[in-house]
């Protein structure tokens, strides 16, 4: 009982701070980066989340990496009002061992769904890196987060990646359904990162840069973020969309 009542005062401690950093922070845009997790977990068997993803959202949707608060400097906003401990933690990749970040049983809940990252403890990575300095509580970061990722799994830009698993696609390919999705600005706003193993190029992410102020619009186009640096680590040709 004791452990659960100290566990439950650090929870509140760092929504506190958290709190402070949200008066204090602010973010030229966010980066949306989304993961097309079949393609995540061939290059990374050994995760807890890649042993069934057959048939859950994320085996036929992109899923939740991260929402990055973002400066147009490249000096990104990271750890706002973060204990040194936690980040230890963080650099040392040990995230399950950091402590409660104060997000809601339901929040976490929910979060399960979209982001199957959470098995290995991502969440308590992100929110301490990036979310710490979103402007928002941990509940309302991963509301957000959580509504950006269920509209980016109702665009073309889904229902053509998750159509062609098992098949090779290109480059141009994927921005052609990004651009039918978000229109001809698209490309300056969104980028395919890929992962290669065995000499096959996995798609693994998708990147969107977000205006703060637009959120609640995106997909339409008003919410992207144009005029800021992005870029792919995908091949023009040989890009293989994995199966769950």
């Known amino acids: 009982m004791l452990s659960k009542l100290?566990?439950?005062s650090v929870a509140l401690i760092l929504a506190m701070l958290a709190n402070t950093a949200a008066q204090a922070q602010t973010a030229d845009y966010f980066l949306l980066a989304a993961s097309w997790e079949?393609?995540?977990?061939?290059?990374?068997?050994?995760?807890?989340?890649?042993q069934n993803i057959r048939g859950t959202y994320a085996g036929s949707h992109l899923s939740t990496h991260g929402l990055w608060a973002s400066s147009f400097?490249?000096?990104n906003p990271q750890y706002c009002n973060v204990p040194?401990?936690?980040?230890?933690?963080?650099?040392?990749?040990?995230?399950?061992?950091?402590?409660p970040y104060g997000a809601s049983a339901s929040t976490l809940s929910n979060l399960a769904t979209y982001m199957p990252g959470i098995q290995?403890?991502?969440?308590?990575?992100?929110?301490?890196?990036?979310?710490?300095c979103s402007g928002q509580t941990p509940d309302d970061f991963w509301a957000t987060t959580i509504n950006l990722i269920k509209s980016l799994g109702q665009t073309q830009l889904n229902t053509f990646i998750a159509s062609n698993a098992g098949r090779n696609v290109t480059?141009?390919?994927?921005?052609?359904?990004?651009?039918?999705?978000?229109?001809s600005s698209a490309s300056s706003a969104i980028a395919f990162k890929c992962v290669k193993k065995n000499r096959v190029s996995y798609l693994t992410e998708v990147w969107t840069n977000l205006d703060p102020s637009s959120l609640n619009q995106f997909p339409n186009a008003n919410a992207l973020v144009t005029n800021a640096n992005i870029a792919g680590?995908?091949?023009?040709?040989?890009?293989?969309?994995?199966?769950?």
């Open 6 to 8: 100290i566990k439950a």
């Open 38 to 50: 079949p393609g995540f977990c061939a290059t990374n068997s050994g995760k807890s989340e890649c």
């Open 73 to 75: 400097d490249g000096n």
């Open 84 to 99: 040194q401990q936690e980040i230890d933690l963080d650099s040392g990749s040990t995230w399950c061992s950091m402590d």
């Open 120 to 132: 290995s403890c991502l969440d308590d990575h992100e929110w301490y890196k990036h979310g710490s």
């Open 171 to 183: 480059r141009a390919q994927l921005m052609q359904a990004a651009t039918n999705t978000f229109g």
């Open 233 to 244: 680590t995908c091949p023009a040709t040989g890009i293989y969309i994995a199966r769950p």
